[in-house]
């Protein structure tokens, strides 16, 4: 005869108060005279458990000289959408305010231009072992203002500099994938102009994540990003609102 036992160990998980998510990050191709916008709002739910779509009251974006005052429509559930003369998104601070459950939630955020990718080649580098890929980014700092970058390497894999040690120089570094991607794979990678709150943002959600996750899911901390609830300062918001000017190229694994 044999005879077992088990032990049921009770594990406690992180538990919060839902929470507002804000996917508001508005990214101004260069030259386009008009700018689609996506805002996504979502709720956080308990630990394990799938976040998911909101649909809120109101979304709306304006100005203080009163040049700019468009309200959303939603689309489709938690997804609001509204063309916007470009020009509109760069000319004052654009305020963000978001009605839901009867409080008022508000970001503000300037227009914050970016450079030009210079080149974008495949390397044939390794880090650790040999199914990575290699990307070699190239680009030219502007050498009048203080500058932030964030990349989107495509799969929701993101990287942050500053210009501190490359000031007004061209630079360039390699960024690489952990696996080995597919010979005629298409991807598209981003430059994107931040400032210092938001690099500081998503600096700490690429490490608590790993880089494997997007700017706008709930990270293994929170991370506070800066909407406020102006209604109830204690339930606050996660995600961020931005304004980036955006420079993408396209590179084809060989």
Known sequence: ?????????????????????????????????????????????????????????????????????????????????????????????????????????????????????????????????????????TYTDNPDMENYYLFDFDFNEYLVSEDTFYKGEQFEFSYFYNSELQSGQTLKISLLGVDDIFYNYMNQVIVQSGGTQGPFQTPAGTVRGNIVNISDIDNYALGFFAISETYTQTITID
Do not use: H, W
Request: proline share 4%; hydrophobic share 40%.
């Open 1 to 137: 005869m044999f005879m077992s036992c088990e032990d049921v160990v009770n594990v406690e998980v992180p538990s919060d108060q839902p929470r507002l998510i804000v996917d508001a990050l508005i990214r101004v191709i260069n030259n386009d005279s008009e700018t689609a916008i996506v805002i996504k709002t979502n709720l956080t739910s308990s630990f394990f458990q799938e976040i998911k779509p909101l649909t809120v009251t109101n979304v709306q974006l304006s100005n203080a000289i009163g040049t700019l005052q468009v309200d959303f429509t939603e689309t489709n559930k938690g997804i609001y959408t509204a063309n916007i003369d470009t020009d509109l998104l760069k000319e004052d601070v654009v305020v963000l305010t978001i009605l839901y459950n009867n409080e008022m939630y508000e970001a503000r955020t300037n227009f914050i231009p970016a450079v030009p990718i210079d080149n974008l080649i495949q390397g044939e580098g390794t880090l650790f072992s040999e199914d990575e890929t290699e990307i070699i980014i």
